[in-house]
C-alpha cells in the first residue's frame, strides 16, 4: 500500500532537502533552549527553538516537533541533556524547517518529568502512564502551540505538528477533533496540520475505529520497521479515511523504523536513504501547503 495525497516537490524544497541531508546539522547554531508549560496544568517542559538564519519575517510559521521514545537527547549525551546534546535527527530537521523560513520548537516531554535518556526498544508495557501518548503527551503539544502564540515573531494561525515514533503517535491523538488539551479545535484555533514519522497506531486503544482530524494529517512509515507495525497503521488510515479523515499514508518500501536518522547506520541502508531523499521534500511541501500564504 502507498498512498499519499497529490504534493508537489518544488526544486527549492528539494535542493534544502539535499543541502541539510547531506551537510552536518551539529555545525549549525544551537537553538534557545525556553520553557514553558504543559497543558497538563502542573508540568514545566523544555524546548528548543531553532530560527531561520539570515534575513527573514518579523512573523514566521512555526512548527512544533515531538520526539519519540528515546526521548529529545543523543544517547551520547552521557547525562548532559541540552541543546549541544539534542539528537541528529532532531537539530537536523529543526534546520530543515528554518531554512524554509519556520521556527522550530523541540519539545522534552520526557526529561521534566524524570526520564531524560527515554527507553529502551520493547519497552512499551512498562512506561510510566504519566507519558501516555494518547491522554498526556498531547497536553503538552498544546502547551507548547499556547507558548508560541506568546511570542511576537509566530504568526499565530499558522502552525503544525511534527511528530517520530512515540511522538508520532502523540500526534495522531493531538490532532483528533476529540484530543485533550484544547476545546472544538479547528485548523486556526489548533494545528494547521500534522506529520507522523513512523508510528504505532494501536493508540492505547482509544481510536480503534481511526480518526477524523481536524486538519490534514501524513503519515510515513516504512515497510520493514521492526518497532512499530505498517500493518496497523495502513488499516489505522483506511479507518480514519473511511469516516471521512482527511489523513494519508506514504509506505517506503523496505524502509526501517527511524529511516530519517542521519546517521550512518542508518543512511547506509539504500531503502532508508531512498525514503529519506522522498520524506524530506514531501515533508516540506506538505507544510508549505498550509503555512504559506
Excluded at 534557545?32 to 538564519?53: C, H, I, M, N, Q
Aim: one cysteine or more; a neutral charge; proline letters at 8%.
Amino acid at each position: 500500500m502507498n498512498v499519499s495525497r497529490s504534493l508537489a516537490l518544488p526544486a527549492i524544497a528539494a535542493i534544502s532537502a539535499f543541502v541539510i541531508l547531506t551537510g552536518d546539522a551539529t555545525a549549525a547554531p544551537l537553538p534557545e533552549r525556553v520553557t514553558f508549560a504543559s497543558a497538563d496544568g502542573r508540568t514545566t517542559l523544555v524546548g528548543y527553538v531553532f530560527l531561520p538564519e539570515g534575513p527573514h519575517p518579523s512573523r514566521m510559521p512555526a512548527v512544533v516537533m515531538m520526539h519519540g521514545r528515546a526521548g529529545a537527547y543523543s544517547s551520547l549525551a552521557k547525562g548532559k541533556y541540552e541543546a549541544s546534546t539534542l539528537s541528529k535527527r532532531h537539530r537536523q530537521w529543526g534546520h530543515i524547517w528554518a531554512l524554509q523560513g519556520y521556527l522550530a520548537i523541540m519539545v522534552d516531554g520526557f526529561g521534566p518529568r524524570g526520564y531524560p535518556s527515554g527507553f529502551p526498544r520493547f519497552s512499551y508495557d512498562s512506561r510510566p502512564d504519566e507519558l501516555n501518548e494518547v491522554t498526556v503527551r498531547p497536553l503538552d503539544a498544546y502547551g507548547a502551540l499556547a507558548y508560541l502564540r506568546t511570542r511576537n515573531d509566530v504568526i499565530a494561525d499558522r502552525i503544525a505538528l511534527q511528530g517520530w515514533s512515540n511522538g508520532a503517535s502523540a500526534t495522531l491523538a493531538t490532532m483528533s477533533a476529540t484530543a485533550p488539551g484544547i476545546t472544538a479545535p479547528t485548523p486556526s484555533t489548533g494545528f494547521r496540520a500534522g506529520l507522523a514519522l513512523y508510528p504505532a497506531c494501536g493508540l492505547k486503544g482509544q481510536f480503534a475505529d481511526g480518526i477524523k482530524p481536524y486538519a490534514p494529517v501524513l503519515v510515513f512509515h516504512g515497510s520493514d520497521d521492526e518497532e512499530t507495525s505498517p500493518r496497523r497503521c495502513a488499516e489505522f488510515v483506511a479507518k480514519s479515511q473511511a469516516i471521512g479523515g482527511d489523513i494519508q499514508l506514504q509506505l517506503y518500501p523496505d524502509a526501517t523504523h527511524g529511516f530519517d536518522d542521519p546517521s550512518p547506520s542508518h543512511q547506509s541502508d539504500e531503502a532508508n536513504a531512498s525514503a529519506t531523499r522522498d520524506a524530506i521534500p514531501r515533508a516540506i511541501a506538505f507544510f508549505a501547503s498550509v503555512l504559506k500564504p
